[in-house]
């Protein structure tokens, strides 16, 4: 199993597929990363045969190029907190766990607002 950016990529799947575990990169970044070691390493190439000289030349360029994994989730984590502080609105629904982009959440956003609270419900008496 070759780890890159900290992260245990499955052995079995193409490299191009595996590089999209690592946070931060997706299918775009994944086939540019390769496109730039073109003579290194083929997309086609399983992540179990990898060399450990192809495996360090993908950890070097997402070292200097791309933000991924810790880096990025900080950067992110940062990104709210400066909007929670400084008080927009945007912030204003992180902070109370609700949907920061305009949905609606009359009927849907269940996944953010949690399970539904019974309100009112009488008890029948027995």
Do not use: C, F, W
Not at 4 to 13: E, Q, S, T, V, W
Not at 35 to 40: D, I, N, P, T, Y
Not at 41 to 60: C, P, W, Y
């Amino acid at each position: 199993m070759a780890r890159i950016a900290g992260i245990d990529l499955p052995k079995n799947k193409r490299i191009d597929i595996a590089l999209q575990y690592v946070y931060g990169i997706g299918p775009k970044v994944a086939n540019e990363i390769l496109v730039k070691l073109a003579g290194q390493i083929e997309a086609s190439t399983r992540v179990k045969d990898l060399t450990e000289q192809q495996a360090g030349l993908l950890n070097t360029i997402l070292q200097k190029e791309y933000k991924v994994e810790g880096e990025l989730r900080r950067e992110v984590a940062q990104n709210i907190h400066r909007l929670i502080e400084t008080g927009s609105y945007r912030g204003n629904r992180h902070r109370r766990n609700l949907p920061a982009r305009g949905q609606r959440t009359k009927t849907n956003s269940r996944t953010r607002r949690g399970r539904r609270k019974t309100v009112g419900a009488k008890v029948k008496a027995a």
